[in-house]
């Protein structure tokens, strides 16, 4: 079992930046390929970015490609999305998740078995 975390949300104007976190309870953290996903309003729930369990390979969507950024400390349990650049388009809410040893195709929604509460990212324009 893994219970997930998310924080880091808030406001921005269109430009700036946040940083996303995700700490992960359990002692297998290093076993799990982290995903971050998003959902806007009235918009059904999208692939983010995502770290594999290894921390050898990374997946990010065309959208947010250039200007997010995943990464993970296996010491700290821990996983996060620097996102730069943000649009307005970029406003959802912002959810972590968990996949044992996915290894390709990590954008695949329904490999994930832990999710985060969520947390809400809001940009202005």
């Known amino acids: 079992q893994v219970q997930l975390e998310d924080s880091g949300g808030g406001l921005v104007q269109a430009g700036g930046s946040l940083r996303l976190s995700c700490a992960a309870s359990?002692?297998?953290?290093?076993?799990?390929?982290m995903g971050w996903f998003r959902q806007g309003p009235g918009k059904e729930r999208e692939f983010v970015g995502a770290?594999?369990?290894?921390?050898?390979?990374?997946e990010y969507a065309d959208s947010v490609k250039g200007r997010f950024t995943i990464s993970r400390d296996n010491a700290k349990n821990t996983v996060y999305l620097q996102m730069n650049s943000l649009k307005p388009e970029d406003t959802a809410v912002y959810f972590c998740a968990a996949a044992w040893k996915l290894t390709y195709e990590l954008y695949t929604r329904g490999a994930y078995e832990y999710w985060g509460q969520g947390t809400q990212v809001t940009v202005s324009s």
């Open positions: 359990g002692r297998t953290f290093s076993s799990y390929t």
């Open positions: 770290v594999s369990w290894s921390g050898g390979n990374t």
